[in-house]
């Protein structure tokens, strides 16, 4: 079988080094960790006891530890080391995966919890974010008005601002998309700018850049949380992950270019918080505010102040749109490598990669209302913020050691690599967990139905495929007289000219019985071409290919499709393609239509058949396999096939057909003819009479 290339999709043109990459790289990488400044030094003087509890020794401190955190986690895991391990460009815990799968079977565990997780936690980024930038607003005068005074008001803004956010996401976001970029480009500007402006009252704050007061504040008894302040700063790198995952959008090179730039306004936001509170740490007015007052906010001068506010909602919106947008593309993925049921998809513009999941869209739309309301401020949130992401770093830190010894470096110095940032990661890991009793049991929930869901889609298909279990499996080679009798036999009706079954060849020419039978028994299908396609989903992200066996005959035809994770399975565009190239090759005979609104039209009309298992009673395994297949049955009953397969507007017949699984008994209840005289002594609950019947 020779593969012929399809029209296949180009990639990013964006993800060559340029400036336009450069500004979409800010617009569609960084908006979560981008946006750490509105809560990290929040979240950090509220755990410790408030202002009146702040040293300039906590707060430099707190800083080394952000910084440090900075350079180990993002800088040198993910923007090093990790972005170098990319699918063709593509980056994320599935694209990983699909590098290192063949290596063990195991790996398929750290990349299912790291998917849930990393999505688990993605849910709460637009709320805290958009809370965060709301509550800048609340007690500020707009023209001698407050628009926002209490927190009740900052929940309805921040309700009304992601339902939006939401809504817009079913008519695509390409022109939003190109305003992103510049956006962010003002923002961490600002961000920096503001840094130095605050900065400047006191450099020595550039102290904090020496790792000894990071371990000296970890040591120190001024931490009141001890080990525990780790937790406030991991919120600093949480978008590291999604900086990985976003690869494709923007291309490395791109992330190279922006990352320094972003790194350096990032700190200097940090720096100018840290003097800002060293110089005001004794203020009795800011104080009295307590948790209300956020140092990201007072930090700003008040000229700037409305500006700034604008800006960091703005910043938030589009982090939320990035997570949002990341979470279809994850799904996705995760259903193209069979780890995840397949969801209604839809690509409201033509705009490579956007596309769009209502599942999805309205699962976080409900979550993040849920979260608003449930923890109403963004100290409440960020409290809860972060430990399913730990855990995501964690599982993505172990499929990296894989790929680094499927690259063949040096064993030792990447065991030694791996195990500091796996140790590191871990310390974060333990002091996150303190998050779970704050709220963080929340998204820990969802992350374990989520894996609880793949869990049972992957191993539900196992148990299907599985040689101890498998149905009987017949020879194509073995009908082909009878598919060629019936496809000539004119005393039954022509079903349609092309019928083609979506299903698994094996070995080139085996396939489950039940589509002959379906052909044959059920009903006989009489067709001109019968197709049996398979979709291969492949580790390269954009292949568009396929290859033919057509095993003698011109009726006949087993079509194996190769289309990347990341291509759109339309099948019967495809598969037009695939017969105009056999016509032209004469392996097939045209198929002119007598009636067509189509001059010269050589290829016939389609009639596209899905075989719906269901489990036969018949089935002999044990009651957990029993369960684990009915769960995937029921998680099917949402799911259209024909939907997926991009066979909406195609002639789609589904057929139900029972499971067998496992070995089933031949001595078999069979009933025995016997005299009526034979029946006198056996006993009957009861008798039912015609006027019973009645």
Same mark, same amino acid.
Request: glycine share 6%; with cysteine.
């Given at each position: 079988?020779?593969?012929?290339?399809?029209?296949?999709?180009?990639?990013?043109?964006?993800?060559?080094?340029?400036?336009?990459?450069?500004?979409?790289?800010?617009?569609?990488?960084?908006?979560?960790?981008?946006?750490?400044?509105?809560?990290?030094?929040h979240?950090?003087?509220?755990?410790?006891?408030?202002?009146?509890?702040?040293?300039?020794?906590?707060?430099?401190?707190?800083?080394?530890?952000i910084f440090?955190?900075?350079?180990?986690?993002?800088t040198?895991?993910?923007?090093?080391?990790?972005?170098?391990?990319?699918?063709?460009?593509?980056?994320?815990?599935?694209?990983?995966?699909?590098?290192?799968?063949?290596?063990?079977?195991?790996?398929?565990?750290?990349?299912?919890?790291g998917?849930?997780?990393?999505?688990?936690?993605?849910?709460?980024?637009?709320?805290?974010?958009v809370?965060?930038?709301?509550?800048?607003l609340?007690?500020?005068?707009?023209?001698?008005?407050?628009?926002?005074?209490n927190?009740?008001?900052?929940?309805?803004?921040?309700?009304?601002?992601?339902?939006?956010?939401?809504?817009?996401?079913?008519?695509?976001?390409?022109l939003?998309?190109r305003?992103?970029?510049?956006?962010?480009?003002?923002?961490f500007? *600002? @961000?920096?700018?503001? =840094?130095?402006?605050? !900065?400047? /009252? #006191?450099?020595?704050?550039?102290?904090?850049? %020496?790792? &000894?007061?990071?371990?000296a504040?970890?040591?120190?008894?001024?931490n009141?949380?001890?080990?525990f302040?780790?937790?406030?700063? *991991? @919120?600093?790198?949480? =978008?590291a992950e999604? !900086?990985? /995952? #976003?690869?494709?959008?923007?291309?490395?090179? %791109?992330? &190279?270019?922006?990352?320094?730039?972003?790194k350096?306004?990032?700190?200097?936001?940090?720096?100018?918080?840290?003097?800002?509170?060293?110089?005001?740490?004794?203020?009795?007015?800011?104080?009295?505010?307590?948790?209300?007052?956020?140092?990201?906010?007072?930090?700003i001068?008040?000229?700037?102040?409305?500006?700034?506010?604008?800006?960091s909602?703005?910043?938030?919106?589009?982090?939320?749109?990035?997570?949002?947008?990341?979470?279809?593309?994850?799904?996705?993925?995760?259903?193209?490598?069979?780890?995840?049921?397949?969801?209604?998809?839809?690509?409201?513009?033509?705009?490579?990669?956007?596309?769009?999941?209502?599942?999805?869209?309205?699962?976080?739309?409900?979550v993040?209302?849920?979260?608003?309301?449930?923890?109403?401020?963004?100290?409440?949130?960020?409290?809860?913020y972060?430990?399913?992401?730990?855990?995501?770093?964690?599982m993505?830190?172990?499929?990296?050691?894989?790929?680094?010894?499927?690259?063949?470096?040096?064993?030792?110095?990447?065991?030694?690599?791996?195990?500091?940032?796996?140790?590191?990661?871990?310390?974060?890991?333990?002091?996150?967990?303190?998050?779970?009793?704050?709220?963080?049991?929340?998204?820990m929930f969802?992350?374990?139905?989520?894996?609880?869901?793949?869990?049972?889609?992957?191993?539900?298909?196992?148990?299907?495929?599985?040689?101890?279990?498998?149905?009987?499996?017949?020879?194509?080679?073995?009908?082909?007289h009878?598919?060629?009798?019936?496809r000539?036999?004119?005393?039954?009706?022509?079903?349609?000219?092309?019928?083609?079954?979506?299903?698994?060849?094996?070995?080139?020419?085996?396939?489950?019985?039940?589509?002959?039978?379906?052909?044959?028994?059920?009903?006989?299908?009489?067709?001109?071409?019968?197709?049996?396609?398979?979709?291969?989903?492949?580790?390269?992200?954009?292949?568009?290919?396929?290859?033919?066996?057509?095993?003698?005959?011109?009726?006949?035809?087993s079509?194996?499709?190769?289309?990347?994770?990341?291509?759109?399975?339309?099948?019967?565009?495809?598969?037009?393609?695939?017969?105009?190239?056999?016509?032209?090759?004469?392996?097939?005979?045209?198929?002119?239509?007598?009636?067509?609104?189509?001059?010269?039209r050589?290829?016939?009309?389609?009639?596209?058949?899905?075989?719906?298992?269901?489990?036969?009673?018949?089935?002999?395994?044990?009651?957990?396999?029993k369960?684990?297949?009915?769960?995937?049955?029921?998680?099917?009953?949402?799911?259209?096939?024909?939907?997926?397969?991009?066979?909406?507007?195609?002639?789609?017949?589904?057929?139900?057909?029972?499971?067998?699984?496992?070995?089933?008994?031949?001595?078999?209840?069979?009933?025995?003819?016997?005299?009526?005289?034979?029946?006198?002594?056996?006993?009957?609950?009861?008798?039912?009479?015609?006027?019973?019947?009645?």
């Open positions: 079988m020779e593969k012929t290339q399809l029209n296949s999709l180009k990639n990013n043109p964006h993800s060559k080094k340029s400036v336009a990459g450069f500004l979409i790289a800010l617009g569609i990488v960084y908006g979560d960790i981008g946006t750490s400044p509105l809560y990290v030094m979240s950090l003087m509220v755990g410790n006891g408030g202002l009146e509890k702040m040293s300039t020794d906590f707060i430099l401190g707190s800083v080394s530890l440090w955190t900075l350079t180990l986690v993002t040198i895991k993910y923007v090093l080391i990790a972005l170098r391990a990319d699918n063709r460009g593509e980056g994320g815990i599935f694209a990983l995966y699909t590098l290192v799968r063949k290596r063990a079977k195991w790996l398929i565990i750290p990349a299912m919890v998917g849930a997780t990393f999505l688990a936690d993605g849910m709460m980024t637009p709320a805290v974010t809370t965060a930038a709301i509550e800048g609340k007690g500020i005068a707009i023209h001698n008005t407050v628009l926002i005074g927190q009740n008001q900052v929940i309805i803004v921040t309700l009304i601002i992601l339902s939006t956010l939401f809504f817009i996401q079913r008519f695509g976001t390409q939003i998309g305003a992103f970029g510049p956006i962010m480009l003002v923002w500007t *600002f @961000l920096g700018l503001m =840094g130095i402006i605050n !900065l400047s /009252s #006191d450099w020595s704050m550039l102290r904090a850049l %020496n790792p &000894y007061y990071a371990f504040l970890l040591r120190s008894p001024i009141i949380r001890g080990i302040i780790l937790g406030s700063i *991991f @919120l600093a790198t949480t =978008g999604a !900086l990985y /995952s #976003d690869m494709g959008h923007v291309g490395r090179p %791109n992330i &190279y270019t922006s990352w320094p730039f972003v350096i306004c990032l700190l200097l936001s940090y720096l100018g918080q840290a003097a800002w509170l060293s110089s005001v740490k004794d203020n009795h007015m800011l104080q009295n505010m307590g948790s209300a007052m956020n140092p990201f906010y007072q930090s001068p008040a000229d700037f102040r409305l500006f700034g506010i604008f800006l909602a703005m910043a938030a919106i589009i982090a939320s749109q990035a997570l949002i947008s990341g979470s279809y593309t994850l799904v996705s993925e995760a259903t193209k490598l069979k780890i995840f049921p397949r969801l209604k998809t839809y690509y409201p513009t033509n705009f490579k990669g956007q596309l769009y999941i209502p599942t999805v869209n309205s699962i976080i739309w409900i993040c209302l849920f979260i608003v309301f449930y923890f109403k401020t963004s100290e409440n949130m960020s409290n809860a972060g430990l399913e992401i730990t855990i995501t770093m964690l993505t830190t172990i499929l990296l050691h894989q790929w680094l010894l499927m690259k063949r470096a040096n064993r030792f110095f990447t065991t030694v690599i791996i195990s500091f940032f796996f140790i590191i990661e871990s310390i974060f890991f333990v002091t996150n967990s303190s998050k779970f009793i704050h709220g963080a049991y929340i998204t969802i992350a374990a139905l989520l894996i609880a869901v793949m869990f049972i889609w992957r191993y539900g298909e196992r148990l299907k495929d599985d040689n101890t279990f498998r149905s009987h499996f017949v020879s194509l080679l073995a009908f082909k009878q598919l060629n009798d019936l000539k036999d004119p005393s039954y009706p022509l079903y349609t000219t092309n019928l083609v079954y979506l299903t698994k060849i094996h070995d080139g020419y085996r396939i489950k019985k039940n589509i002959l039978y379906s052909i044959l028994d059920k009903r006989p299908k009489r067709a001109q071409v019968y197709w049996f396609v398979t979709v291969n989903v492949t580790d390269e992200p954009y292949t568009a290919a396929y290859s033919v066996e057509t095993f003698d005959t011109d009726y006949m035809v079509v194996q499709l190769y289309l990347g994770f990341r291509v759109d399975q339309k099948v019967n565009v495809y598969l037009r393609q695939v017969v105009n190239d056999m016509m032209s090759n004469g392996e097939i005979k045209p198929q002119p239509q007598k009636y067509t609104t189509i001059p010269d050589d290829v016939g009309d389609f009639s596209f058949v899905i075989i719906k298992e269901v489990l036969s009673p018949d089935t002999k395994i044990s009651s957990l396999k369960s684990v297949i009915h769960m995937r049955f029921f998680l099917q009953k949402f799911i259209s096939p024909a939907n997926w397969f991009g066979l909406s507007y195609s002639d789609v017949v589904e057929e139900r057909v029972p499971l067998v699984l496992g070995k089933v008994s031949l001595n078999r209840l069979r009933l025995v003819r016997k005299d009526r005289s034979a029946l006198k002594d056996i006993k009957v609950d009861e008798e039912i009479d015609d006027d019973d019947e009645d």
